[in-house]
Nanobody
Framework: QVQVVESGGGLVQAGGSLRLSCQAS????????IAWHREAPGKENEVVAS???????NYADSVKGRFIIARDNAKNKAYLQMNNLNTQDTAVYYC??????????WGQGTQVTVSS
């Protein structure tokens, strides 16, 4: 079973930045499709960014131009650089791991809180 651990969340003022990390186990990391999604009370869950094994990326409109997703296959890690944060970005962020189109694992989430 693939173990996934997110880290890097915290409290930041509006306009600030955070970098989330996603550490996944296993020797197939280069084949994984990685997505970050967020969950906030009263809001629909939202996939904010994803990156395929070949490095292709996609972003939700709400974060385009502010968030950057990246991966380091040698370290079995993915990252979500979040810039110019606003209060609407407050949520628990989860790293999801997909293989051959199926979600195979996810982490426990990391809380991001943006204060005004």
């Amino acid at each position: 079973q693939v173990q996934v651990v997110e880290s890097g969340g915290g409290l930041v003022q509006a306009g600030g930045s955070l970098r989330l990390s996603c550490q996944a186990s296993g020797n197939l990391f280069g084949s994984y499709h990685i997505a970050w999604h967020r969950e906030a009370p009263g809001k629909e869950n939202e996939v904010v960014a994803s990156i395929s094994g070949d490095g292709s990326t996609n972003y939700a409109d709400s974060v385009k131009g502010r968030f950057i997703i990246a991966r380091d296959n040698a370290k079995n890690k993915a990252y979500l650089q979040m810039n110019n944060l606003n209060t609407q970005d407050t949520a628990v962020y989860y790293c999801d791991v997909y293989l051959l189109g199926a979600k195979i694992s996810w982490g426990q989430g990391t809380q991001v809180t943006v204060s005004s």
